[in-house]
C-alpha cells in the first residue's frame, strides 16, 4: 500500500484517472440507490417482492430499464427551444457530477480537496435549478413550466435552511475543507473520550435534521415532490422528455441522492472515518470508502425511509415549512453553536 | 405544520411492513403470480360454471342478462314416467349452452335467477385467451369449470331468517 501511494503521477494521468473514476462512480451510484432502495426497499415497505424476473432476485431490473430507456425514440417537440431542451439535463447530471468532486472518501482519496469544499458543493448542487428551469421553458408545455418554476421556488426556499445548517458545522470545525470536518470529527472527543471521535450529530442534531429536510427538498422527493407531481403537474418539468434525455434526469435525481447522503454522512456521521483505526494511518484509505459506503447507505436509507412514508405536502405547506419553521430553527442552531464556540 | 405524533407513527407503519415483509414467518402479502397462482377466496366471483344436468332451458338467464351474452338452444324431447304406467314427460334438452365472455360483466344476475341451481360461481380466474372470439364458451367448458365450485358454505348465523315483509302489530 505505501508503495502504490508513492507512485508520482503526471497531472494529466491523475486527471485522466480522476475523470474515469467519477464516470463509473456517478452513474454507479444512482444505479445502487434505485435498486437496493427505489426498487427493494420500497417494496417491502408495502409488502411487496419488488422485481424477481432480471438477473438474480431482480437486481438487474434497473440495467434492464436503463437499457429500454436507450432503445426509446428520442422525441423534441417541435415548439420547444431545442438547444436549451437538448442542454438542460445535462447541466443537471454536470451539477450532480460536480457534488462528488469534494467529497473525501479517505484521507487522501478525494478527487480535489477545495479548502472551501462544503461551500463548492452547495454552490453546484444548486446549479441543478438552473437546469430544471430550462426544462420547464423549453418544453413549451405548460405543466412543464409549471413544474419548472414549482421546482425553482422550491429549491431557492431550500437552499437556504441547507446552507444554514452547514454553518453551524462550519463554524464548530472552523473550517470549510470537506477533509478537516472529517479531521476535526476523527480527532474530536467527547469530554475527554475519544474512543469514537466527536460524530458531529452529537452536537448538531438540530442542524441534521434541519439538513435532512432541505436535503429531501432539494432533491425533490416525496413529501416534498411537488415540482414533479403526477397528479397536479403530470411530471412537471420531466414530461417532455423521453429516452436518454429522460435517464439523464433520472440519474441525476439519484445521484443527487447518493451526493447529498454523502456531505450529511462527512458533516455529521464522521464521513470516512472508522473508530480503531487512526485516520492519519494507510489503512484509513482502504477501510474509509467502505465506511463512508456505510454511512451514506444509511443516510439513504433515512432519505428514502421519509420518501415512501409521507404523502405529498400541498404547495403553501412546503413553503410555510421551509421559511416558518427551518430557517428559524437552522438560526437558532447557528447563534447557539456561535456563542458555545466563543464561550469555550 | 404536520403533528408529529402522526408523522413519527406513519414512520413505524413502514418500518413495521418492512421487517414483517422480510422475516421468515412474514412475507409480503403479493404473490410472484406465473410461478406462483394466488389462492383466490372461497367465494370470489371469477367465471361462471354450468350444472348441465340441472338446467331446464327455462331462458331466465338468457333473458335477465344485461349483455345479452348466454345463448342457450334446446329441443322438446320425452322422459320416461316417474311411475310405472304414467305419460312420458315433456322436458327440454339442452343442445347448447354458451357464454360470451368477451360480453360478460361479471355482473352474477344470471346466477341469481336460475330458480334450479344449475350456474354457480368459482374462483377459477384463469381463462384468457390470444383471440376475442375464443372467449365464447361452450357447456363442455362450463362444465368443467363446475369441478372449481368450493363446497357450499353455511350461511352465517342469524343470516337465514327472512324479515317479515308486514311488520307484527304492536299495540303500543
Given at each position: ?18 475523470v ?21 426497499m ?17 437486481l ?27 442542454a ?5 447530471l ?52 409549471m ?33 478537516d ?47 414533479i ?18 435517464l439523464f ?47 451514506i ?35 437558532v ?12 | ?12 407503519v ?6 414483517d ?15 406462483v ?19 331446464t ?11 345479452w351474452?348466454?345463448?342457450?338452444e ?6 320416461p ?12 334438452a ?34 384468457s ?23 357450499f ?7 337465514e331468517?327472512?324479515?317479515k315483509?308486514?311488520?307484527a302489530?304492536?299495540?303500543?
Open positions: 500500500m505505501p508503495m502504490l501511494l508513492a507512485i508520482e503521477l503526471a497531472y494529466w494521468q491523475e486527471t485522466a484517472i480522476k474515469a473514476v467519477m464516470a463509473v462512480l456517478v452513474p454507479t451510484t444512482a444505479l445502487i440507490l434505485g435498486i437496493v432502495f427505489l426498487f427493494k420500497m417494496s417491502w415497505m408495502q409488502s411487496r417482492m419488488g422485481p424477481q424476473e432480471a438477473g438474480p432476485r431482480g438487474l431490473q434497473l440495467l434492464a430499464d436503463g437499457v429500454k430507456f436507450l432503445q426509446k425514440e428520442d422525441i423534441i417537440p417541435d415548439a420547444a427551444d431545442r438547444f436549451v431542451f437538448k438542460a439535463p445535462i447541466v443537471v454536470v451539477s450532480t457530477f460536480l457534488t462528488y468532486v469534494v467529497v473525501p472518501a479517505g484521507p487522501d482519496l478525494v478527487i480535489e480537496n477545495l479548502p472551501t469544499g462544503i461551500f463548492f458543493a452547495m454552490a453546484v448542487s444548486s446549479l441543478s435549478v438552473i437546469g430544471v428551469l430550462m426544462a420547464g421553458w423549453a418544453s413549451s408545455n405548460k405543466y412543464a413550466l413544474g419548472g418554476l414549482r421546482a425553482a421556488g422550491q429549491l431557492i426556499a431550500y437552499e437556504l435552511p441547507l446552507v444554514l445548517a452547514v454553518t453551524g458545522v462550519v463554524i464548530q470545525v472552523g473550517s470549510l475543507s470537506m477533509q470536518i472529517v479531521w476535526a470529527q476523527a480527532t474530536g472527543e467527547i469530554f475527554g473520550w475519544g474512543g469514537i471521535g466527536l460524530p458531529l450529530i452529537l452536537t448538531q442534531i438540530l442542524a441534521f435534521f434541519v439538513f435532512m429536510a432541505a436535503v429531501q427538498a432539494e432533491l425533490a422527493q416525496p413529501p416534498f415532490d411537488m415540482p407531481a403526477e397528479t397536479e403537474v403530470v411530471g412537471g418539468y420531466h414530461i417532455e422528455y423521453t429516452g436518454f434525455r429522460f434526469f433520472f440519474l441525476g435525481e439519484f445521484a443527487t441522492a447518493f451526493a447529498f447522503a454523502a456531505i450529511a454522512a462527512t458533516l455529521f456521521l464522521g464521513g470516512w472515518y472508522v473508530p480503531g483505526i487512526p485516520p492519519d494511518s494507510v489503512w484509513a484509505n482502504v477501510v474509509g470508502p467502505i465506511a463512508l459506503f456505510v454511512k447507505m444509511f443516510v439513504s436509507f433515512l432519505i428514502f425511509w421519509f420518501r415512501f412514508t409521507y404523502p405529498r405536502f400541498r404547495e403553501d405547506q412546503l413553503q410555510t415549512f421551509a421559511w416558518k419553521y427551518l430557517i428559524p430553527l437552522s438560526l442552531n447557528i447563534t447557539v453553536t456561535g456563542i458555545v464556540v466563543v464561550a469555550f | 405544520m404536520p403533528k408529529v405524533p402522526g408523522m413519527v407513527k406513519g414512520l413505524g413502514t418500518f413495521k411492513t418492512m421487517v415483509t422480510l422475516k421468515p414467518s412474514g412475507g409480503p402479502v403479493t404473490v410472484p403470480y406465473p410461478h397462482k394466488e389462492e383466490p377466496t372461497a367465494r370470489a366471483r371469477g367465471v361462471i360454471a354450468l350444472h348441465e344436468d340441472n338446467c332451458a327455462c331462458m331466465l338467464c338468457s333473458r335477465e342478462c344485461p349483455d351474452c348466454i345463448y342457450i334446446a329441443h322438446k324431447t320425452l322422459a314416467p316417474r311411475r310405472a304406467g304414467g305419460k312420458p314427460r315433456q322436458v327440454n339442452l343442445d347448447r349452452f354458451a357464454i360470451d365472455y368477451s360480453l360478460c360483466m361479471y355482473c352474477g344476475i344470471c346466477v341469481e335467477v336460475c330458480p334450479f341451481d344449475a350456474l354457480f360461481w368459482s374462483p377459477e380466474y384463469e381463462f385467451e390470444v383471440r376475442i372470439a375464443d372467449l365464447l364458451h361452450e357447456k363442455e367448458r362450463l362444465g368443467e369449470w363446475m369441478q372449481t365450485v368450493p363446497e358454505e353455511p350461511y352465517e348465523a342469524g343470516s331468517a327472512k324479515p315483509k308486514v311488520p302489530y304492536d299495540p303500543r
